[in-house]
């Protein structure tokens, strides 16, 4: 948001036509006394979240940089797993049934805006003693309500499809690094069945706590895929360890996993391919760098 820092009061101008323009972009929902409360992310790669303030409560609107036939399947699965008991910040439908809405952008590719419900509470403690038991229930609980539930919307892609291609279009080391770990998997994959399923999919997993219930909610859907469930698994020890000593790190992983296990079984001979996924990790960090449409700030 750098144009929003020019100066004071461009800062307040542009704050003001934006969120008049979210607010029409909301129409058909049908908010009544609907007001901008404060934007929840600075300019991401992927989109931009707002609190809503309205007459009979907070939402949440959010406008993602993608098709909305990329985005909606996310919702649908963010809104099972809510109905499920997992709270999700789970989707609204507008006043036509529909959970989202396209955001025409001039010829361009539109974009998606949906709006959700507000999940008060604040990110769960990393450092806390038990916060690599509640996120091993979590991932658990959230993997096998989509493998049992008798209706969950597929994703939009499958995620070794697409860092297949992200490979292959990639040029020099990182894209044979990619490549490598990749061929790794699949090599593993010729002689240890991996359990796939409906993944979280994004590395920085947000896991707030409910204010209310002290529950745990999972929110923001806006990268599901299919593929391994490893690798969510190594994804999310890798994100609770990131600022640990090997040796802590260690405990920690042990402990996830075992919370993880008491909701969702993996056998050891999945677990055996753990360190080809911590190499697709490593290959996927050093080789894509997220950044935001040069038309972000509309």
């Not at 144009?3 to 009061?9: A, L, N």
């Not at 999919?201 to 219930?213: F, H, Q, R, Y």
């Given at each position: 948001m750098t144009?929003?820092?020019?100066?004071?009061?461009g800062r307040t101008?542009?704050?003001h036509a934006r969120g008049r323009r979210v607010l029409d972009l909301l129409a058909p929902w049908r908010l009544p006394g609907a007001r901008i409360g404060r934007e929840m992310t600075d300019l991401g790669d992927r989109s931009r979240v707002w609190r809503l303030d309205t007459d009979i409560g907070p939402y949440v609107a959010k406008l993602t940089f993608d098709h909305p036939a990329v985005v909606e399947p996310g919702l649908e699965i963010a809104a099972v797993l809510d109905r499920a008991g997992i709270p999700t910040g789970a989707p609204i439908p507008a006043a036509d049934g529909r959970l989202c809405r396209s955001v025409g952008?001039?010829?361009?590719r539109p974009w998606t805006l949906a709006l959700h419900e507000f999940v008060p509470g604040a990110p769960l403690d990393l450092a806390g003693k038990t916060a690599p038991e509640q996120a091993g229930d979590l991932l658990g609980r959230v993997h096998h309500a989509l493998a049992t539930h008798p209706d969950v919307p597929q994703p939009a892609g499958h995620l070794l499809d697409f860092y297949t291609a992200e490979a292959d279009r990639l040029s020099g080391p990182r894209g044979t690094a990619l490549g490598r770990a990749l061929a790794a998997i699949t090599d593993f994959r010729a002689h240890t069945r991996l359990s796939d399923g409906v993944l979280y999919?994004?590395?920085?997993?947000?896991?707030?706590?409910?204010?209310?219930?002290t529950e745990l909610a999972l929110i923001d859907w806006g990268t599901p895929s299919y593929g391994p469930l490893l690798h969510d698994i190594v994804s999310?020890?890798?994100?609770?360890?990131?600022?640990q000593t090997p040796e802590a790190a260690t405990t920690v992983e042990q402990r996830f996993l075992a919370a993880y296990r008491d909701r969702c079984p993996i056998d050891d001979h999945q677990l055996a391919g753990r360190n080809h996924f911590l190499d697709l990790h490593h290959a996927i960090q050093d080789a894509w760098m997220p950044e935001p449409p040069q038309?972000?700030?509309?």
């Open positions: 144009s929003d820092k020019v100066t004071e009061s101008f542009m704050s952008r001039l010829g361009r999919g994004d590395p920085a997993p947000e896991i707030l706590v409910d204010a209310n219930s999310w020890q890798l994100f609770l360890t990131s600022h038309d972000a700030a509309w």
